[in-house]
């Protein structure tokens, strides 16, 4: 398995996460975001080309969801407030807030699905 480029080994702390899967690559649109609840967490999967990123599903200026969210030219905006966001890094480019968005550990499996690492329960500090 390798990330969201194919090019990259996963983190070894990889071995601390529950993994899920979130979809199949074939069901996240380029710059559509995709939103789904996976291991109890509302989640946004955005794709560019061939990257693919998973972040928490709430934007860290006033916890509002993303859906109704834009992703264009490698930034999604905030449909609340206009806060942007890096498209591959969830780091905020602009807007109200100073946070970034959550981003998780993700994989692409052998056979095209999208997973996401979340914390285990067990290890959760």
Known sequence: MSDATGDLPLDPAAEDL?????????????????FDTVGGRSLMAVRQGARIAVFD???????????GATVEDG?????????CFDASSGSVLDGPTTQDLVCHPMRVSDSAQVEVGLSRPDRTP
């Open 57 to 67: 599903d709430r934007c860290p200026h006033l916890g509002a969801s993303m859906v």
């Open 75 to 83: 930034q999604v905006e905030c449909p609340l407030h206009g806060a």
């Open 18 to 34: 529950e993994w899920y899967r979130v979809c199949s690559v074939g069901e996240i649109e380029d710059e559509e975001p995709f």
